[in-house]
């Protein structure tokens, strides 16, 4: 039997069953001591890097797209209408319905709305909002920090009034944006063709400025990476536009943390009349116009979404807070950047 396996392999490989290679378990997270990784429906860690992956325990319910992930010393996910949260002994601490969740939130009322934009790195630090209270039936009485002096405002111009309606209908999706089910899709990032070309250009007079750096100024793509294949990086533009929702939120959460020492976020919070505070933010880098993914916390949990519904839903409450328009093509920079480092890894 040995014989004959030998001669298969030799001579007619393909009549030889696939050898499917074993799946590593996907990182959700690490903390001070470990990294941890889920497969299946069973949590795993490791200390370093080299290191071996080591069972800690296994979860209940098989967490599919619930975006599983470590937050401090808890490991949250969901299920099709569930958040979960477990100690990292595997204990569960708290299990509750979205919806339960956001109706206990919003029962006494919401009392305040601030919108926010912050912004510092190793010598600075600024923060700019605007509040609203109730006015009526809607809410009103916007009160900023103070803008003055600063020739690009940090929050752009901000509506006098900000229907009930609007907030009761973004309150209604809350529970399936917590529930972190949906990604974002390529057309929900409205690249136009001109983008597209515009790309390209940019990255053709790098290649140009790269002949004679000293006589040029620096162009909007730079790439400091050894033999730039720069028919590939042109081709890999067009290759953007037919990436799957997988792929694209990974390339999506590599705009949102693309600097070490600055940072920028702009963030909503919704206060109740118990002073509960439910708080959405994300990363405003310049080169993460999209502003994906959201963070959202309430009450002891803390989502992760790529859901685009958010950002129009915003977009209906403070049109402006959100406007990807100018930095649209950076984005198709860092995309192409990272699919071609996919495809020609650094040696």
């Not at 934009?117 to 605007?130: A, H, M, N, P, Q």
């Not at 136009?192 to 909007?220: M, V």
């Not at 990436?243 to 600097?259: E, I, K, M, Y």
Request: with cysteine; proline share 6%; glycine share 6%.
């Amino acid at each position: 039997m040995l014989r004959l396996a030998l001669f298969l392999l030799l001579f007619f490989p393909t009549l030889l069953p696939a050898q499917t290679p074993e799946k590593l378990p996907i990182e959700i997270g690490y903390n001070n001591s470990y990294t941890y990784g889920l497969k299946g429906n069973k949590i795993l860690k490791k200390a370093d890097e080299k290191d071996q992956w080591t069972y800690c325990f296994t979860l209940p319910y098989f967490p599919g797209n619930g975006n599983p992930s470590l937050v401090s010393d808890r490991l949250q996910y969901a299920t099709s209408d569930s958040l979960f949260s477990f100690d990292l002994s595997g204990k569960l601490k708290k299990k509750v319905a979205s919806k339960d969740l956001v109706k206990a939130f919003t029962a006494t009322g919401i009392q305040k709305i601030i919108f926010s934009y912050t912004v510092g790195g190793c010598f600075s630090y600024s923060k700019f909002y605007v509040a609203y209270s109730p006015s009526g039936k809607n809410f009103g009485n916007p009160k900023d920090s103070g803008m003055a002096g600063y020739a690009k405002k940090p929050l752009p111009e901000y509506p006098p009034v900000i229907k009930a309606e609007v907030i009761d209908q973004f309150i209604n999706k809350l529970p399936l944006l917590l529930l972190g089910r949906n990604t974002a899709k390529l057309e929900d990032l409205a690249f136009t063709e001109a983008d597209y070309k515009q790309c390209k250009k940019d990255i053709l007079e790098f290649k140009e400025f790269l002949k004679h750096p000293n006589e040029q100024k620096i162009p909007l793509f730079t790439y400091h990476w050894k033999g730039l294949d720069f028919d590939l990086l042109t081709t890999l533009v067009d290759a953007i536009r037919s990436v799957d929702a997988g792929h694209l939120r990974d390339l999506l959460a590599s705009l949102a943390g693309r600097s070490s020492t600055d940072y920028a976020f702009k963030e909503i919070l919704l206060v109740n009349k118990q002073n509960e505070q439910l708080t959405f933010q994300t990363s405003d880098l310049v080169g993460n116009p999209f502003c994906l993914p959201w963070t959202i916390s309430l009450n002891g949990f803390t989502i992760e979404t790529n859901d685009f519904m958010m950002n129009r839903m915003i977009g209906q409450i403070y049109p402006g807070f959100i406007d990807p328009k100018q930095r649209r093509v950076i984005a198709l920079h860092a995309f192409v950047k990272q699919l071609y480092e996919q495809q020609k890894p650094q040696k």
